[in-house]
């Protein structure tokens, strides 16, 4: 699984293996040339979502295919997380609300608090080691209570408890790049809520949904979004639903900018900040962290997809408070993106590449993982010139088995 090739590396593999030439597939994606042969020879990152989405749909292939699955290193932190992930497969896999693969299970009340403040923290920490050695026989016991359940209110408690175990396996598998198995358990959070036709539940399940399918073609997944958004505005006063539906219109935004619909974008993110007035503004507490601080780790992220760089990330970054984030994966998401988008002016990459070491502190096995900052790296690796900076680029690849 660990592969020496370059995202450009494999572009020119598969534009070649497609017959197509650089013209070609330029007009294909609408991108120029001169930026696709910039990829092609690792003078540029291919890290926007709209761009892998058009690149991957002109060529006729999977975006795993494009951008390539799990990099496995020597580099423990990096690679140990994916040990676990056989059994969370099997979890997934043998599993059904009304067929459980076991049949022993620890008290509901016990799972309940295992999820909640045991699982959640982890997730929240990105701590994926710890998760894979919990999480698989998480999934097995509940899927024991949701198939005989003592009682009504048991089997909603375990249908609930079970979408919120889906939404760590979710994440899990998807920031280590298993797309298959991360939508399998936005799948299995959709089935869970289907039974209990909640409309706050149904709305995590699609939040979920919508963060699995595939970037081509972008404008399937806004009106996905937007008509998820629109099913559950209705009951935003029930119970958790102002945070998944703030959650259902973040997704929106960035989707839209995916799809070069600035006002969209905006729109969506003015709906997100309008909901985050309604709750704590506590990002370490709220669901999936939505909050105001959130919603400007949001903007920050949409505008590095609409292609901000340089001095302006910096700019929008300053009207986040990092602090209230905490030692978690927002955080370290939000300092990734500024780092990415600082990585695309070379006259700000140093202080690039100091954004992206934060982001490694803050979860390392998360940014080690992470194929958009892996091919950054990449791209600043070919780019440096002067020795002091090669020397930390060159730690940073070796520890995300980047070619060095």
């Known amino acids: 699984m660990y592969e020496e090739v370059t995202i450009g590396a494999r572009l020119r593999a598969l534009r070649r ?35 892998i989405a058009a690149v991957a749909q002109a060529l006729q292939v999977s ?35 009304k067929a459980a693969a076991t049949d022993r299970a620890r008290p509901l009340a016990a799972l309940v608090v295992e999820v909640r403040d045991g699982l959640e923290p982890l997730r929240r920490a990105c701590d994926y080691v710890a998760i894979g050695e919990r999480l698989p026989a998480v999934l097995d016991e509940l899927y024991v209570h949701t198939a005989e359940p003592a009682d009504e209110l048991a089997q909603r408690t375990a249908l609930e408890t079970l979408v919120e175990a889906c939404v760590c396996a979710t994440f899990t598998a998807k920031n280590l790049g298993y797309p298959d198995l991360a939508y399998m358990a936005a799948a299995q959070a959709a089935d869970a809520a289907s039974h209990l036709a909640e409309p706050a539940q149904i709305g995590k399940a699609a939040f979920l949904r919508m963060q699995t399918v595939p970037k081509a073609p972008q404008a399937r997944t806004l009106l996905m979004a937007e008509r998820a ?61 939505f909050s105001t601080a959130n919603v400007g780790v949001w903007r920050v992220t949409v505008e590095v997809e609409r292609g901000a760089s340089g001095a302006s990330v910096l700019k929008l970054a300053e009207s986040v408070d990092e602090t209230s984030l905490g030692r978690s994966s927002r955080r370290a998401a939000f300092l990734a993106d500024v780092g990415r988008g600082l990585a695309r002016d070379r006259r700000t990459q140093a202080e690039a590449l100091r954004w992206l070491k934060r982001a490694e502190a803050v979860a390392p096995q998360r940014i080690r993982n992470n194929a958009a900052v892996r091919e950054t790296v990449g791209v600043m690796l070919q780019q440096a010139r002067e020795a002091a900076v090669g020397r930390e680029l060159r730690g940073m690849a070796a520890r995300m088995g980047v070619p060095h």
Not at 24 to 41: H, Y
Not at 262 to 271: D, I, P, R, S, V
């Open 63 to 97: 975006e795993t295919d494009l951008m390539g699955g799990p990099h496995l290193t020597q580099d423990p932190v990096q690679s140990e997380p994916h040990v676990h992930i056989p059994a969370l497969r099997v979890a997934l896999q043998t599993n059904g609300i």
């Open 229 to 289: 958004a629109d099913a559950l505005e209705p009951h935003v006063n029930a119970p958790g639903a102002v945070e998944a539906l703030g959650m259902l219109a973040l997704t929106a935004s960035l989707t839209a900018a995916t799809c070069y619909d600035k006002a969209g974008a905006e729109y969506w993110l003015a709906e997100a900040a309008r909901l985050a007035a309604r709750v704590p503004d506590k990002p370490l507490t709220n669901w999936q962290s």
């Open 17 to 51: 293996w497609r017959g197509m030439s650089l013209r070609t597939l330029g007009d294909l994606a609408d991108l120029s040339q001169g930026f696709l042969s910039k990829v092609e020879n690792g003078k540029q990152p291919l890290d926007r979502r709209s761009h």
